[in-house]
């Protein structure tokens, strides 16, 4: 069987379309959440200010591999539909293969790694918590920020200054990462999967100290500065308890698609076509991910959701006037805590 012809069968059969179309659906409604809630966190500014720029550097990666996919796919399909009567229209550059995994594959790492940030950024708010909100050192998440993405960039940059990157003519009837030689199930074991385990137990011990410290704060302390206390290791406890269950889905997440792509490097396939289709399917764990991720953050984060609520739903609170409007009776300690909430993360 020649290239195109092999091209032909992989790219042209129902089942991978249908299977790029779904994934070019999700990747959509991934677009819109992400940037619903980015717009939240950076208008109405939740959270601290170092968490706020760890979660915004986290969405940066989402939407680079959502970008990515949905590009690959809908190339994939622009092929088909202008491929005329030549299969050999389907046929894709290597060079093009090489670049595309490249960016794609350098993302995933960046997930990880910043749920490791924000894991320590959570344990510094929770031991500091009495004097956390009242100091912004910006230069630590942006520091961070910086170690994270030197991987990814050195790779990426290794990879468009490759001599030969740009002299390849090869042809591939079906681009994917293991002809790009940038999924290795190995490496991970190797080195991911430590991290992962790492952010699972500093998630999970970080919320198990906020609910120690808040079943043993002193009741002769003074009632305001009590409850002050309390409302700040709620809030602490709050936002770690959303933190904790993105951290531990995603490691599980990981852990998937590793085995998957771990799978599909030791099976045996007599076609590509069958390969892809197993291929493009295991695509589908990070658009899910970041899907559940979306759902989580809304569901989990009161800010948010009664943000969203607003937006979506018509408000049937009654608006005050300057005209001969009563306004409701309004408990101090109710507004106390509104007015903190809105500054405290």
């Known amino acids: 069987m020649d290239k195109c012809e092999d091209a032909y ?20 409604m991934c677009f819109y ?13 939740f959270y601290h200010l170092h968490l ?14 959502t970008f990515g996919t949905t590009y690959r796919g809908f190339d994939f399909l622009v092929k088909l539909i202008t491929k005329k009567n030549d299969n050999c229209n389907l046929l894709q550059d290597k060079a093009y293969c090489l670049i595309i995994s490249t960016i794609n594959g350098s993302s995933v790492s960046v997930f990880l790694y910043t749920f490791a940030a ?3 950024e959570r344990i510094v708010a929770s031991v500091f918590y009495k ?18 993405w030197i991987q990814p960039v050195l790779r990426i940059y290794k990879t468009f200054t490759n001599p030969t990157l740009w002299t390849n003519i090869d042809k591939l009837p079906y ?6 030689k940038q999924a290795d199930p190995i490496i991970f074991f190797k080195t991911d999967f430590p991290i992962c385990i790492i952010v699972f137990f500093l998630n999970i011990s970080i919320y198990l100290y906020c609910r120690y410290r808040l ?6 302390k003074i009632m305001d500065n009590r409850l002050t206390v309390k409302f700040e290791l709620k809030e602490i406890l709050s936002s770690t308890l959303l933190v904790t269950i993105l951290g531990i889905i995603y490691a599980i997440d990981l852990a998937l698609n590793t085995i998957f792509i771990y799978i599909l490097s030791i099976t045996d396939y007599k076609s590509n076509k069958n390969f892809a289709i197993d291929k493009e399917l295991s695509a589908y764990i990070i658009p899910v991910y970041i899907l559940i991720y979306i759902g989580i953050f809304i569901t989990l984060s009161d800010k948010i959701k009664e943000k969203m609520i607003g937006i979506f739903c018509k408000s049937k609170r009654t608006v005050l006037s300057k005209s001969n409007t009563i306004v409701p009776a309004t408990n101090e300690v109710e507004k106390y805590f509104q007015i903190y909430n809105n500054t405290w993360a």
Do not use: M
């Open 118 to 120: 924000i894991s320590i």
């Open 131 to 148: 004097k956390y909100e009242t100091y912004s050192i910006i230069f630590l998440p942006f520091l961070a920020i910086f170690l994270i």
């Open 215 to 220: 079943r043993n704060i002193d009741d002769t």
């Open 33 to 45: 959440g992400l940037l619903l809630i980015t717009y939240f966190l950076i208008k109405y500014k």
């Open 9 to 28: 069968l992989t790219t042209s059969n129902p089942v991978i379309i249908t299977v790029w179309i779904g994934l070019i659906i999700q990747n959509f």
């Open 175 to 180: 681009c994917n990462s293991f002809t790009a």
């Open 52 to 65: 706020r720029i760890l979660i915004c550097n986290l969405h940066f990666a989402f939407f680079i591999r």
